[in-house]
């Protein structure tokens, strides 16, 4: 199963000694999710004021420079991972730097279960539709 961990922060560490301990940490876990076979992706997220917030209300497209919310924690990045159950992801996901050091930040886990198949009445036009767009 494919598990996405998204991971809550302060945006950057102000000590730079910290920053260069979360960063060895991010790579110290990328490389054991490549050694295990377990790695999709991993990536983190410009800064929050580079967010553009959409919204459709009544047919009429709101566009919001910024983040959805201000909080103390920013959705900073993620990881997608391919793992055995809920107990692996739950492993990897407490080796995450920056989301595991007490009021630092959090780690959101959420299975990824794939695009389910389109309804019978709907399978047709969807194959047009991804023969279409490739």
Known sequence: M????????????????????????HMAVMEEAKRKGAYIGAEPLAPTS???????????????????????????????LECKDLDEAIEYASKIPTGCKGAEGCIEIRPLPGVPAPPPELQQEAARVL???G
């Open 2 to 25: 494919r598990y996405m961990m998204l991971i809550y922060s302060k945006e950057q560490p102000a000590d730079p000694v910290r920053r260069a301990e979360v960063y060895k940490g």
């Open 131 to 133: 023969a279409r767009n």
């Open 50 to 80: 580079t967010a553009t917030t959409v919204r459709v209300a009544d047919g009429k497209t709101l566009i919001t420079d910024g983040p959805f919310a201000e909080t103390k924690e920013q959705l900073a990045g993620y990881y997608i």
